[in-house]
């Protein structure tokens, strides 16, 4: 192949490979749940009998296909005799600690928000870069044997209360700097708020994107949260954690002007016949 021909074709590789890598990452279900436990009292391990101190909480739930796992719930630590309780617990990140994942990856974002930007738009993670939030009430009501009767219906019907009409929001407790939560509307949804009110979100399913500048210093930056009741504090979750890495190498803009220039040179030349090399 022709020296000059191998810049495009790199640059045509590199966006199949993040096609291919969103495609991956998409699924007819939300990655993630917005419930409320409905445990009252453990049944086994260290804590059986005891009172369970996430019963009637928002609790962010990670669709593990036929199953939940509860992300940041109120758990306790110590002896079952004089136990703690604590606002988090030890599954609170996201890719899970267990998995031993790298932080979720920030590429080259798209669209007149994020041209330009390292965003999670394009997340290449099978099990957590699907990065929709909706109501475990979407999941109710559908047949029985479906995807979403088995999810809605798992753990013993642990996580299937209906949320109805309750006034959820979504509170940003910290963030690394650099790192910013937008979606397809608004760059910084926190700009005026800690605090942003997901009903109107959640009617269509809530897909944050979360983002840094293009020359974003290497290293992992972490987003924190907790959902609260808007209505009633007392049904707040546990705080939890979102990781992520910026990955693609920093090009200036003007690459890119230069690098579209070529491709579409190389194909004018080719329909008349002119040399490429």
Same mark, same amino acid.
């Given at each position: 192949?022709?020296?000059?021909?191998?810049?495009?074709?790199?640059?045509?590789?590199?966006?199949?490979?993040?096609?291919?890598?969103?495609?991956?990452?998409? =699924?007819?279900?939300?990655?993630?749940?917005?419930?409320?436990?409905?445990?009252?009292?453990?049944?086994? /391990?260290?804590?059986?009998?005891?009172? $369970?101190?996430?019963?009637? $909480?928002?609790?962010?739930?990670?669709?593990?296909?036929?199953?939940?796992?509860? &992300?940041?719930?109120?758990?306790? +630590?110590?002896?079952?005799?004089?136990?703690?309780?604590?606002?988090?617990?030890? $599954?609170?990140?996201?890719?899970?600690?267990?998995?031993?994942?790298?932080?979720?990856?920030?590429?080259? /974002?798209?669209?007149?928000?994020?041209?330009?930007?390292?965003?999670?738009?394009?997340?290449? +993670?099978?099990?957590?870069?699907?990065?929709?939030?909706?109501?475990?009430?979407?999941?109710?009501?559908?047949?029985?044997? =479906?995807?979403?009767?088995?999810?809605?219906?798992?753990? $013993?019907?642990?996580?299937?209360?209906?949320?109805?009409?309750?006034?959820?929001?979504?509170?940003?407790? =910290?963030?690394?700097?650099?790192?910013?939560?937008?979606?397809?509307?608004?760059?910084?949804?926190?700009? &005026?708020?800690?605090?942003?009110?997901?009903?109107?979100?959640?009617?269509?399913?809530?897909?944050?994107?979360?983002?840094?500048? +293009?020359?974003?210093?290497?290293?992992?930056?972490?987003?924190?949260?907790?959902?609260?009741?808007?209505?009633?504090?007392?049904?707040?979750?546990?705080?939890?954690?979102?990781?992520?890495?910026?990955?693609?190498?920093?090009?200036?803009?003007?690459?890119?002007?230069?690098?579209?220039?070529?491709?579409?040179?190389?194909?004018?030349?080719?329909?008349?016949?002119?040399?490429?090399?």
């Amino acid at each position: 192949m022709k020296k000059n021909q191998l810049l495009p074709v790199a640059l045509l590789a590199m966006g199949l490979s993040i096609a291919g890598q969103s495609l991956a990452a998409e =699924s007819s279900l939300a990655g993630y749940y917005i419930g409320i436990d409905g445990t009252d009292t453990f049944t086994s /391990g260290t804590y059986n009998g005891l009172a $369970n101190p996430n019963a009637g $909480n928002l609790t962010l739930l990670l669709n593990h296909g036929n199953h939940y796992h509860g &992300i940041g719930a109120y758990a306790y +630590s110590g002896p079952a005799g004089s136990p703690t309780t604590n606002d988090t617990n030890t $599954n609170n990140r996201i890719p899970e600690i267990s998995s031993l994942d790298a932080p979720l990856a920030l590429n080259w /974002g798209s669209g007149s928000l994020y041209s330009g930007k390292l965003t999670s738009q394009n997340n290449p +993670s099978e099990d957590y870069g699907n990065l929709t939030f909706a109501r475990v009430d979407d999941l109710a009501g559908h047949e029985t044997g =479906s995807e979403q009767q088995i999810l809605f219906n798992s753990s $013993n019907n642990r996580w299937s209360t209906l949320l109805g009409d309750t006034a959820i929001g979504l509170q940003l407790i =910290s963030a690394t700097a650099g790192l910013f939560v937008g979606d397809q509307q608004t760059a910084n949804l926190f700009a &005026i708020s800690d605090t942003i009110n997901l009903d109107s979100y959640l009617t269509t399913g809530f897909s944050p994107i979360f983002w840094t500048a +293009s020359d974003a210093v290497a290293g992992t930056y972490t987003a924190e949260f907790r959902l609260v009741g808007l209505n009633d504090a007392n049904i707040n979750s546990g705080r939890f954690y979102f990781d992520f890495a910026p990955t693609a190498v920093p090009l200036p803009a003007a690459f890119w002007f230069f690098a579209s220039g070529l491709f579409g040179y190389i194909g004018l030349s080719r329909k008349r016949g002119l040399p490429t090399a």
